[in-house]
């Protein structure tokens, strides 16, 4: 699939997106058609609502070469923290807090931020064009550089910031054909000027990212029925042929972490297609599906029929992803925050917490214990949110959950040990948590948009023996 022509799709008529202008994160993506999460009314009419605002959105092409950008709006104002010295949180206990250092308010209507990579954040404005924000210890964030680029809904920085992908949305035509998304690689080493350098034809409607390196892992899922059921492919950040496929396992994949040369994936099990969604899947009074408005339904994380498998995948050549082994999953406990460390997999689900697998062998993995965390016993809610997050440091799982962020000791890969813990504003939902440089950068907006957005900078060490230090020392 490599070889595809990069031209646009027919213009036979503006597709119907499924993704917004700001797509939930990868961490807590609603579920595609079969993987339904338990929401309550008022989400759904905020989702409905969102979707009528934000519409149909045409295509077109990228320009090669992006726009300096201009220092970042007065709206950054930084906020004076107070955290308790000790909180005592359901499931986790009574812990020391973990190190705020800065809480940013990016102010009304401004976009929260995507991805930070060393110090440089990216940000998606509207859909059409991102911009790039350096970050400093001192000094309120800086605006400097950005570039135009039609329809997108998320950004990703990769290969150790040098490179910022974006994914644009795919989507169906009035006349029922699918026409394909697509993703855009710019060159960011110099941030001022970032430069389109390469593109990908994305094959169905639902895509996780993964850095790795100079590649990328992408997983592609779907949403809608698309012409492929979805893959986990490899595809080349850096050099001329930035863009092309190197790599790829075909079965759909909605999660991809990745842990040496192991990619640790949830994918249909035996990578099978799944069932073409019926009509009765399309939420009730979605305009354009010609159905009555009725109660909320009661929505599924997956199908009992196609539960979803927790996969093992080499990686040791990158052009022939080879798979291990895989375990299916019950279908109760879809993950949305994923992680990998040391040969384990770390799965946040909303029913049992943070669910631990092994799968440091050649056989299939083996489910371990779940380790509870904050309300999450509770089938119909995630906590009361719809965050689920995860991500490791060295030896130190971080989680996200709805206004909540943990810490847990991995010393014992397998019996996760929670060390240090904030609570965020009340309004301050998580949408983003990114990992970088020993530290949490934490984007926030209320869900139903009555709180403004804002970004939390938090420490987030390696060592677990130095991060209790910090805690001691709050």
Request: proline share 9%; charged share 20%.
């Amino acid at each position: 699939m490599s070889d595809l022509p990069l031209e646009g799709p027919p213009n036979e008529s503006d597709p119907k997106v499924n993704g917004s202008p700001h797509d939930v994160p990868e961490a807590s993506r609603l579920p595609s058609g079969r993987r339904w999460l338990h929401i309550g009314s008022v989400v759904i009419l905020a989702a409905l609502i969102a979707g009528l605002v934000w519409g149909t959105r045409g295509r077109s092409s990228v320009p090669t070469t992006a726009t300096e950008g201009e220092s970042a709006p007065t709206t950054w104002t930084l906020s004076e923290v107070v955290t308790d010295e000790v909180l005592t949180v359901q499931g986790l206990g009574t812990l020391p807090s973990l190190d705020v250092l800065q809480h940013w308010g990016l102010g009304e209507g401004q976009p929260m931020v995507d991805d930070v990579s060393r110090g440089l954040a990216v940000s998606i404005r509207g859909n059409d064009s991102f911009q790039l924000i350096r970050l400093g210890d001192d000094q309120p964030p800086v605006e400097v550089g950005g570039a135009p680029a039609q329809d997108m809904h998320t950004a990703r920085l990769s290969a150790d910031g040098r490179r910022v992908v974006t994914l644009g949305s795919g989507g169906w035509s009035g006349k029922g054909a699918f026409l394909p998304g697509r993703a855009a690689i710019y060159d960011s080493e110099d941030a001022s000027h970032p430069t389109k350098v390469g593109e990908i034809v994305l094959e169905t409607d639902d895509q996780t990212f993964c850095p790795w390196g100079d590649y990328m892992l992408m997983g592609e899922a779907r949403w809608d029925p698309t012409p492929h059921a979805g893959s986990l492919r490899v595809i080349r950040l850096m050099g001329p042929d930035a863009g092309k496929e190197v790599g790829r396992l075909e079965g759909e994949t909605m999660r991809v972490a990745v842990d040496g040369d192991r990619a640790y994936t949830i994918r249909s099990c035996g990578g099978r297609a799944q069932p073409t969604p019926s009509a009765e899947a399309v939420p009730d009074g979605m305009p354009g599906s010609g159905m009555p408005m009725l109660p909320p339904p009661m929505m599924m994380e997956s199908s009992p029929a196609f539960p979803p498998c927790l996969a093992v995948v080499d990686l040791s050549d990158p052009s022939r992803p080879d798979l291990i082994a895989e375990l299916e999953l019950p279908w109760t406990l879809y993950p949305f925050g994923f992680a990998a460390y040391g040969g384990y997999v770390y799965m946040a689900t909303n029913r049992e917490g943070i669910l631990v697998a092994d799968a440091r062998g050649l056989g299939a993995p083996v489910l371990l214990a779940a380790r509870i965390a904050k309300d999450m016993k509770d089938p119909m809610v995630i906590d009361s949110g719809g965050f689920l997050g995860l991500a490791v440091n060295g030896s130190v799982l971080y989680f996200g959950n709805h206004t909540t962020l943990a810490a847990f000791d991995l010393s014992k890969p397998a019996a996760p040990e929670p060390v240090a813990v904030v609570e965020l504003g009340e309004g301050d939902f998580i949408d983003r948590m990114i990992l970088s440089d020993n530290r949490l950068y934490v984007s926030t907006g209320d869900v139903l948009g009555s709180q403004q957005f804002g970004l939390w900078i938090i420490e987030a060490p390696g060592d677990p023996a130095n991060l209790r230090r910090l805690a001691a020392a709050q």
